[in-house]
């Protein structure tokens, strides 16, 4: 496993990617709205990467997971309804750097338990992201999240962050829960994401059959992610 370290400049060139994530999901919130169809949000995410510079890195520029679905839903024609909880990822390149993260909103007022399992990824991403300092290992981070899902009696599937560079997706792994003993020390210039994915019926399992993950048992599930970087104060958020 090759474990690469970015250096300060490097880690400017990510966050620039990073803020250009940022700018397509911040932009979205409002749009999430019941009517709307998930491609018109594609369209929009297009339109705010675009004009930050950046390229989507499929077709799609955001992947758009409906109540069940955990990841990789397709923005396509489907309209969201009134309480539909939908989860929201975006990975973007400029300039030959990568960063992705996340993040869950309700179309409309929604349920309560939706609100719940949305605010719980939040703040298991905070936690995640405050572990995240040199001389830690991963597994303190993963545990910092997996503690929250637990805790607030969601599942806590087996799906999670990963590094972030030059690729969307690389190593490490960063599992949503896990050992704080374990895992790679945390070393300035390692950059990775932090995805809280937490499923609102208490099973940890998927179905992953199809290029859509599900929850498998039709509970939903909500998602929130950052990609931070490790400097020598701790976890700079990068997107």
């Known amino acids: 496993m090759v474990i690469e370290l970015r250096s300060p400049d490097e880690i400017d ?3 620039v990617t990073g803020s250009a994530v940022s700018a397509v999901l911040s932009g979205l919130g409002e749009h999430v709205v ?3 169809a998930l491609a018109e949000l594609d369209e929009i995410a297009r339109e705010v990467a675009a ?5 989507p890195v499929g077709g799609a520029v955001i992947s758009a997971s409906v109540n069940d679905e955990i990841l990789g839903g397709v923005p396509d024609g489907r309209v969201l309804v009134p309480g539909d909880l939908l989860s929201v990822a975006c990975a973007l390149e ?20 939706d609100r719940r399992l949305i605010e719980a990824t939040r703040l298991a991403l ?3 992201v405050a ?3 040199p001389g830690a290992r991963l597994g303190e981070v993963c545990r910092a999240v997996g503690l929250v899902g637990r805790s607030a ?3 806590v599937p087996p799906v999670g962050g990963c590094g972030v560079g030059r ?13 704080p003993a374990r895992g790679m020390p945390l070393r300035p210039g390692l950059v990775f994401s932090v995805e809280p994915i937490f499923t609102a019926s208490g099973h940890d399992h998927l179905d992953s059959e199809s290029s859509v993950v599900r929850t498998g048992d039709e509970g939903r599930a909500a998602h929130s992610g950052h990609t931070i970087a490790i400097t020598e104060n701790g976890a700079r958020v990068l997107t």
């Open 126 to 128: 905070a936690d995640g």
């Open 131 to 133: 572990a995240a300092r």
């Open 51 to 55: 004009g930050a510079g950046a390229r």
């Open 167 to 179: 690729q969307p997706r690389q190593e490490p792994q960063v599992p949503n829960d896990g050992h």
């Open 34 to 36: 019941a009517g709307v």
């Open 153 to 155: 009696g969601f599942g």
């Open 13 to 15: 060139a990510l966050a």
């Open 94 to 113: 400029v300039g030959g750097w990568f960063a992705r993260a996340a993040t869950s909103w309700t179309a409309g007022t929604g349920h309560e338990g």
